[in-house]
């Protein structure tokens, strides 16, 4: 793996400053960009952070009206690119739930009703409005007309610990949340729009304009920010500004192609960039996006049968998500994006008959995505293709010089796509953020942490990371932070957490030394107050207790030994057949294979016990292949303990 410039621990770093007032941390011995003036003299990695957080107190420009050329219009910001579309296809079916159906027209007078409320209020360009609003059209209007108001939305998933949504509430510096119902956090001084309200939607639905907010709307405004794991145990938030969705919609255009008469899934959360692709390959095409609850996108059966019975002929996926689904009869002559992590020739040769597939990538410190590959074949390299309009990927040693075909390097990240940086981060931004060599005067490339090489065909491949970022089941996780909670968890001396487990069976084991002698049910503890804290995607599977933990030879915790260790009890019960007058202790046995644990008792809840998506799909598959029984994955969701469960076998 190689090492990493900006990572040398007794490296001097020079504060630069462009022209626009940006910073970067820039290593010592190297030149200095051209456009990038030093502002600090070379000093300690922790001091040149520590001077760009007092001089640089917000990486978004100056919200404050001014008169300058930045001023001009934007041509290709959200609300404009949707209000093109949605005044072509003003009769044609825009979003479609479960249960009703808007067509362009009437989502664009909501839109704009929402916006003018917004308005109303004095939220702008500058502002940031968090949404905190379930599945629904109601979440596709929450963010249109946040972004037509000019400000940036800031989604804030119901299902979060209220602690999480509180930090990110209080960092994003939010006066405004949308949601539906009660508020998922009570903060004071936070303004709240119910939009289940008689008058949340009650202004004009004329189209707003420049005219009607209190600047125009600029490129370099933020269209969302999305929070994203955090390595020092802080999740930190992603300024996406509107400049990259003309790359983007360059991009779907060039590659997917959808239009009316296509039917786009909205798999992915809103709280991940994945859920903003799915919003505009439909809503800036002309396409339908079609939206269902959560359970209904479960891996497996449930998403099948879903993209069957709702005719979906475009859909973006994760792997994990591919490798528990059948392909037989779905998205037949459509097209399948997988995205989220590695793409593997298994998978191309399951998925790409029959179909159009792409392999994407990029992290969320782009607009989306960078590089797009595909259509992908069976028996052909899986690449991350080429970069999207507008952006580019550069491989780089560790002396930020150019590899040639075939060398590995850090790949860096570059053009129109790229975010403003971390809000309220600074020195975060000025470490990830840096100088730019190799393009024009004072530009910066994102330092991704993603090891690759350009092959000889001229496409990029993935080959790892650089860093303790993973990806698990799509999700990305910096263990940083993950290890960093548990180790403030009372009692917990020191902690440590690694990955075990291939793609579609990857699961977050913490192992931890307590303090003084544990008691009875201590690791159930801290892995309760773990789910208590992070979201529970972050939330390690099971808790090992240790009285030590393996150290290299210079004292860090040796985690690779961690790795090596076997992952589960010695010895699993292997399932027996069901008694069908008592399912319960069978259906305990058969959990406790699944979640790899020693036992499970009939009153366990199966995800307290570590169980997620992935694993309530292979309990549903086993359930179907040991006993030739029908255990629905959405049952598991609905009713987790086993008592609940084996209550409904035995009413089958």
């Not at 020739?345 to 792409?358: C, E, I, N, Y």
Request: proline residues 9%; aromatic residues 6%.
């Amino acid at each position: 793996m190689p090492a990493n410039p900006f990572e040398e621990p007794d490296e001097s770093y020079l504060v630069l400053c462009n022209p626009l007032g940006q910073r970067s941390l820039w290593p010592a011995r190297l030149p200095s960009p051209a456009g990038w003036r030093v502002e600090q003299p070379a000093t300690t990695r922790a001091l040149a952070g520590a001077y760009v957080e007092r001089v640089w107190p917000d990486v978004r420009p100056d919200a404050r009206p001014s008169t300058g050329p930045g001023d001009a219009p934007a041509a290709d910001t959200l609300p404009a690119l949707f209000e093109r579309v949605a005044s072509r296809h003003a009769h044609l079916p825009a979003v479609e739930g479960e249960s009703a159906r808007v067509d362009y027209g009437e989502l664009a007078d909501r839109v704009n009703r929402l916006a003018r409320r917004l308005l109303a209020a004095g939220l702008g360009p500058g502002d940031l409005v968090g949404i905190s609003v379930p599945r629904g059209i109601d979440q596709v209007v929450a963010a249109l007309a946040v972004a037509t108001s000019g400000a940036g939305y800031v989604p804030l998933d119901p299902g979060y610990p209220t602690e999480l949504l509180r930090h990110m509430a209080t960092d994003a510096r939010l006066r405004t949340l949308l949601h539906t119902g009660p508020p998922p956090v009570d903060l004071t001084g936070l303004d709240t729009i119910d939009l289940a309200a008689p008058d949340a939607c009650s202004r004009p639905a004329e189209p707003v304009t420049d005219a009607d907010r209190r600047r125009p709307l600029r490129a370099e405004d933020t269209v969302y920010v999305i929070y994203t794991s955090g390595s020092t145990g802080t999740p930190k938030g992603v300024v996406i500004p509107h400049a990259g969705l003309a790359g983007l919609v360059a991009a779907q255009r060039h590659w997917i192609g959808a239009g009316p008469g296509d039917r786009v899934l909205q798999w992915a959360s809103f709280n991940f960039d994945a859920g903003f692709w799915d919003l505009t390959l439909a809503l800036l095409s002309g396409a339908t996006l079609v939206l269902t609850d959560d359970r209904a996108v479960l891996p497996g059966e449930e998403l099948r049968r879903t993209l069957i019975d709702r005719q979906v002929s475009h859909a973006v996926l994760p792997p994990v998500a591919l490798t528990a689904t059948d392909p037989e009869g779905v998205l037949t002559g459509g097209v399948v994006l997988s995205t989220g992590d590695s793409c593997t020739p298994a998978l191309v040769a399951r998925w790409a008959p029959g179909r159009r597939m792409f392999n994407g990538y990029g992290p969320t410190e782009m607009t989306v995505g960078v590089t797009m590959a595909g259509p992908v074949r069976p028996g052909e390299p899986v690449s991350i293709g080429e970069p999207w309009p507008g952006n580019e990927v550069r491989v780089l040693d560790t002396a930020l010089k150019p590899c040639p075909p075939g060398e590995e390097g850090e790949l860096y990240l570059v053009g129109e796509g790229e975010a403003l940086g971390y809000l309220h981060r600074p020195g975060l931004t000025a470490e990830r953020f840096v100088a730019d060599p190799y393009g024009a005067p004072g530009s910066r490339m994102y330092r991704s942490g993603d090891l690759g090489h350009l092959g000889e065909d001229g496409l990029l491949y993935f080959t790892g990371r650089a860093d303790r970022q993973v990806k698990l089941r799509g999700f990305r996780v910096e263990l940083g932070e993950v290890e960093a909670a548990l180790e403030a968890c009372e009692g917990v001396r020191i902690g440590a957490v690694v990955v075990t487990g291939e793609v579609d069976s990857a699961r977050l084991v913490a192992y931890v030394v307590p303090g003084a002698d544990p008691a009875d049910g201590f690791a159930e503890g801290v892995r309760r107050r773990l789910a208590e804290r992070l979201p529970a995607h972050m939330v390690p599977a099971r808790v090992e207790v240790a009285a030590a933990l393996p150290m290299t030879s210079n004292g860090k915790i040796d985690r690779r030994a961690l790795e090596r260790r076997p992952d589960g009890p010695a010895a699993v019960p292997a399932s027996r057949p069901v008694d069908r007058a008592d399912p319960v202790a069978a259906l305990c046995e058969l959990a406790a294979r699944v979640l790899e644990v020693d036992t499970v008792e009939p009153g366990d809840n199966f995800f307290d016990r570590g169980g997620h998506s992935v694993l309530a799909v292979r309990l549903s598959k086993a359930v179907r292949d040991d006993w030739g029984m029908t255990l629905p994955v959405r049952a598991i969701f609905e009713r987790p303990t086993m008592a609940e469960l084996g209550g409904l076998l035995s009413a089958r």
